[in-house]
C-alpha cells in the first residue's frame, strides 16, 4: 500500500515496528470484529487516535495532550480543536503531557497536574521528543554531523516543526526550508517546486531532509531523500508506565 491508500500515519507504524498487524478502518467498530474473525487473531487490539470514539468500549483509555496546548486551555471544534467536552478527559486511565522540554521542572509538573484537574484513578506521565544521531535514507545512513557538510533542503509536512527546526539550527546545519501543512498530499507541482528548489542548490554535496512521517509519502517521489528518526521518551517513571500498562493488559 501506498500512504494515499491508507494514510501516512498507519504506513509508518508498519515500516518502523516489526512483528505487528497494522488494520485501517475508519469504522472502528468494524475493523475490531474483522481483526478477531481472522485466523489468528491479535490478543491486544490498539487503537490510534480513538480516544472519541464512544461505540467502542476499551479495557484502557490513554490520553495525549500536549505540553504548549493543553486540553483544559481548549474549546470543541470549530473554537478549538476538541472533539469533545473537556469532562471527556474524565474517562482516562493514564494522562501523558507530550512534547515536554527536557529540563522541565517538578514545580511546573505540580502546576499542570493541578490545572489537569486529575481524579484519583488516574496517573500522569511526562514525556518529550528525542531526535536520532543519525539520518536514514534508502542510500545510506549516516551520522547528524556529516550534515554540517552538506546543503541541506528540509521538507516539512508535520503539525508544528519548530522542535525539528530548532534542533537543526543547534547543531549548526545549514537548511533551507519548504513548509506544508499536517498531512499533506505531495502533488505533482509540490515535487515538482521541491526538485527545482533542489536544483538550485549550487552545491556537490546537498540532500533532502524530512521527517519520518513524511517520508512514507515521498520515498517514492524523490531521490537524495532522508529522514531524521525520532522517538518519544519518558521524563521520568517510565518503569512505572510499563507496568501500569502492563497491569492495564493482564489483569
Known sequence: HTSEDVGDEPLQFFKKFD???????????????????????????????????????????????KYNDLYVDDYILPSGNLRESRRGAERADVIIVTKCPQNLISEEKNTIIKSLQIQKNQKVFFSTIKYSESIKGLER??????????????????????????????REIKFQHLNYPDHHNFSGND??????????????KKLILTTEKDFVRLEQKLKKLYYLPIETSFLENKKIFDKTIKTCIIS
Open 191 to 204: 515535487i515538482e517546486k521541491i526538485n527545482t528548489t533542489f536544483n538550485t542548490i549550487i552545491s556537490d
Open 19 to 65: 512483528n505487528i498487524s497494522v488494520a485501517v478502518d475508519s469504522d472502528r467498530t468494524n475493523g475490531i470484529k474483522q481483526l478477531l474473525k481472522q485466523n489468528s487473531p491479535p490478543e491486544i487490539v490498539l487503537l490510534d487516535d480513538a480516544f472519541q470514539h464512544r461505540k467502542v468500549k476499551a479495557k484502557t483509555y490513554i490520553l495525549l495532550t
Open 141 to 170: 545512513n549516516f551520522k547528524i554531523e556529516e550534515l554540517k557538510q552538506f546543503e541541506v533542503l528540509l521538507i516539512t509536512g508535520i503539525a508544528n516543526p519548530n522542535s525539528l527546526l530548532k534542533f537543526l539550527s543547534e
